[in-house]
């Protein structure tokens, strides 16, 4: 019976290099400066420019090509990483310290926790369906990469996007939590870099709020002023919203 591949993801041939399309190449650019050198001399002006002119174009079409293979390669480092599952302990701990820092700031203890707990995980499940409905794209929840856990990727092309979901009842960001967030993509980065990945990661922050109209604008204008200092990569920030997560999933 065949092996089924470590990788979920399709994995693809890996590229070779087109020998004969190389020489032919070679062959077409030295016959292009060839003809460029020997109608120098020549009383028609007009013939040495189109041989700059075909020249050019032909080395534009040889840099697109580079380009698109070099994108290939990197789409082709996907089946040489391990997308290993958060450990169960991780989700765990990430999920209580988020817990009880929103308890702490809604005043709450006790027999409310367990509540507080079931909100949590019903508000970053709900988030994650909503940004794989928006992006419509193969998404994995609680994948390591390289030891480093985050709560969902998303995966297209040569693209890696890693989400962090949290879930505010302020209008504010924990500065911890964006340290946290930048070290963690800074070490994903790292990790692919280790294994010589060409893989490009971005950071998705998916904030999940409870809040009233005056409140979320206030949390607008804190993100657009709040500085993202020493970003590793690009980040994209959503704001959901809880209540129309549950009609849009869980009203009938």
Request: hydrophobic share 50%; charged share 25%; proline share 4%.
């Amino acid at each position: 019976m065949e092996k089924k591949a470590d990788n979920p993801l399709n994995p693809l041939d890996r590229q070779k290099v087109n020998i004969p399309l190389l020489v032919v190449s070679v062959l077409l650019i030295a016959v292009l400066v060839t003809g460029f050198v020997v109608s120098v001399p020549s009383e028609n002006a007009l013939v040495p420019v189109l041989f700059v002119v075909a020249i050019g174009v032909f080395v534009i079409v040889i840099l697109l090509d580079l380009a698109k293979t070099r994108r290939l390669a990197a789409i082709d480092d996907r089946k040489f990483i391990r997308w290993d599952a958060a450990m169960p302990e991780i989700q765990r701990q990430n999920v209580n310290v988020e817990v009880r820092e929103l308890a702490k700031l809604l005043g709450v203890g006790g027999d409310q926790l367990g509540d507080l707990l079931s909100a949590y995980i019903v508000a970053e499940d709900l988030a994650l369906r909503q940004i794989q409905q928006e992006e419509n794209l193969p998404l994995m929840r609680h994948v390591s990469i390289g030891k480093t856990p985050f709560d969902g990727i998303l995966v297209e092309h040569d693209l890696i996007t890693c989400i962090e979901v949290s879930f505010l009842v302020t209008p504010d960001v924990r500065q911890e939590k964006i340290e946290s967030m930048l070290r963690k993509i800074t070490q994903a980065k790292k990790n692919l870099a280790d294994m010589k990945s060409r893989l490009t990661l971005r950071l998705m922050l998916v904030l999940v709020t409870q809040l009233g109209d005056k409140e979320e604008e206030q949390l607008r204008g804190m993100l657009i002023s709040r500085r993202f200092t020493d970003t590793p990569v690009d980040i994209d920030i959503r704001l959901l919203d809880f209540e129309m997560l549950q009609k849009v999933y869980v009203s009938e």
